[in-house]
């Protein structure tokens, strides 16, 4: 599978070689992303292991020991600000799917070390209205570029969102915490399994919160939440 998988990457780059999504230069390193634009992006930082909350060094950060969440490790490498917004922005609200498969390089090179990998990914469900307006699920297409690149099955059948939940943007944390309460449902047999929640940013990280509790109620034995990025607290 794998041998098959270096082809179609080979035929792509042949065909398709990878261009800068941020200016049109060249790519550079195997990415849709040139030297000057990548070294735009900040780099990842020490964070809390918990919550990927920024820190001056890697720990579990004070609103984590207080309150735990229910998901053992949180990935969110890089800031939601800059060019970084501008590829999640692009692709969330303007249909430019292209930035999925950056995106999703970009976080599996940052996965690429991790010494204990779940047996599955579990991108973010959109309720089915907001699939129908928007056309596509953003954390799905994020997802499959690292289900390639890590091999790793990515599952968007197993968990649903059984209800249309208002947008989270300009919401407090309370409020956010509130809008997601009982918002998905788990069908998929997960239980005893070690599976990573996938979404494109967490910014309070309620949205996950409320899924891995869903995932551990379905007996999911140890949880993990990717996202690409995290948003900048001011």
Not at 42 to 52: E, H
Not at 79 to 96: C, D, N, S, V, W
Not at 144 to 172: E, K
Request: aromatic content about 4%; hydrophobic content about 40%; some cysteine.
């Amino acid at each position: 599978m794998q041998y098959l998988y270096d082809c179609i990457n080979l035929i792509q780059k042949i065909l398709y070689p990878p261009t800068c999504l941020l200016c049109g230069a060249p790519g550079s390193a195997g990415l849709d992303l040139c030297a000057g634009c990548a070294a735009e992006i900040p780099r990842p930082g020490p964070a809390c292991r918990l919550c990927a909350r920024p820190l001056p060094q890697p720990g579990i950060c004070g609103a984590c020991l207080r309150h735990p969440p229910p998901q053992e490790r949180t990935v969110a490498p890089f800031p939601y600000a800059g060019a970084m917004r501008e590829l999640i922005t692009g692709l969330k609200f303007h249909r430019q799917l292209a930035h999925a498969r950056l995106l999703g390089a970009l976080l599996a090179r940052e996965l690429e070390g991790s010494t204990e990998r779940p047996a599955l990914i579990l991108p973010v469900p959109l309720h089915p209205a907001r699939l129908r307006e928007r056309g596509f699920n953003q954390a799905l297409e994020i997802g499959r570029p690292i289900g390639r690149l890590l091999q790793l099955p990515v599952d968007s059948g197993s968990c649903r969102r059984t209800r249309d939940t208002p947008h989270q943007m300009g919401l407090h944390e309370r409020q956010r915490r509130r809008n997601v309460r009982g918002a998905f449902s788990v069908t998929g047999a997960l239980s005893g399994r070690h599976v990573a929640i996938l979404d494109d940013v967490v910014t309070t990280g309620s949205t996950a919160a409320e899924l891995a509790r869903a995932l551990r109620r379905a007996g999911a034995a140890r949880i993990e939440v990717w996202a690409v990025a995290r948003t900048v607290e001011r």
